[in-house]
Structures are given as structure tokens and as C-alpha cells.
């Protein structure tokens, strides 16, 4: 059993940044995958970012390509989002993914655990 949660969202302006946080608790060495997701109003979950937990393998939206990154503080059993240049089109609630295996693509259900989700607004 794993829990997730998330922070750091916001409300911000076009071209601002934010970095998310997803603190991971629980049987935590059964994760080898970690993941982003968003969604947003009336919209389906899509998937943002991942990265493997040892060996980093990482893959992103290609919308947010050179605007994210994911990385993790294994010491902490923590995973972040760093989000820059953000736009009106990020706007969503972010969610925090695990797998137990090592599946870092967009199926949502392929993730064992998931967050609560965390609030992001951007203004135009």
C-alpha cells in the first residue's frame, strides 16, 4: 500500500513557474515508476510526465517538452514537477501516479496509486 500526495499548485500568471511536489509514504520500495497527470474541467486525464525510480527513463506531453521536467529526491521519497513558462491551457488539477511496475506511458490505468490532486491556475 502506497500513498500520494500532492502540493505546491497555484494560481499564477502566463509565463510564471511552479514546482510541484508528491511525497510518497507507505510500502514505497514496491515503486519503480512515478508519474504526472492533469486534468482539467469536463476533460479526460491526461497524462504530463514520468520517470523511472533507480534508472532515470523519463517521458513527457509533448506540449510541455522544454517547459517540465520531472525529477525525484530519493532521500525524501519524493517526485517534482518543475513547471516554467506556464500557459492559460495548463490550467488543471494535477495528479501524482505510482506503478509497482515499470510503466512510464499515458494509460492511466496502467498506475497502481494516485494522488489527491493539486489545484493549477494560469491567467492570461
Known amino acids: 500500500q502506497v500513498q500520494l500526495e500532492e502540493s505546491g499548485g497555484g494560481l499564477v500568471q502566463a509565463g510564471a513557474s511552479l514546482r510541484l511536489s508528491c511525497a510518497a509514504s507507505?510500502?514505497?520500495?514496491?515503486?519503480?515508476?512515478m508519474a504526472w497527470f492533469h486534468q482539467a474541467p469536463g476533460k479526460e486525464r491526461e497524462f504530463v510526465a514520468a520517470?523511472?525510480?533507480?534508472?532515470?527513463?523519463?517521458r513527457y506531453l509533448d506540449s510541455v517538452k522544454g517547459r517540465f521536467t520531472i525529477s525525484r529526491d530519493n532521500a525524501k521519497k519524493t517526485v517534482y514537477l518543475q513547471m516554467n513558462s506556464l500557459k492559460p491551457e495548463d490550467t488543471a488539477v494535477y495528479y501524482c501516479?505510482?506503478?509497482?511496475?515499470?510503466?512510464?506511458?499515458?494509460?492511466?490505468?496502467?498506475?497502481?496509486?494516485w494522488g489527491q490532486g493539486t489545484q493549477v491556475t494560469v491567467s492570461s
Open positions: 520517470t523511472t525510480w533507480i534508472i532515470e527513463s523519463t
Open positions: 501516479a505510482a506503478d509497482n511496475g515499470w510503466y512510464i506511458g499515458p494509460r492511466n490505468t496502467e498506475y497502481d496509486y
Open positions: 507507505g510500502r514505497t520500495a514496491s515503486v519503480n515508476a
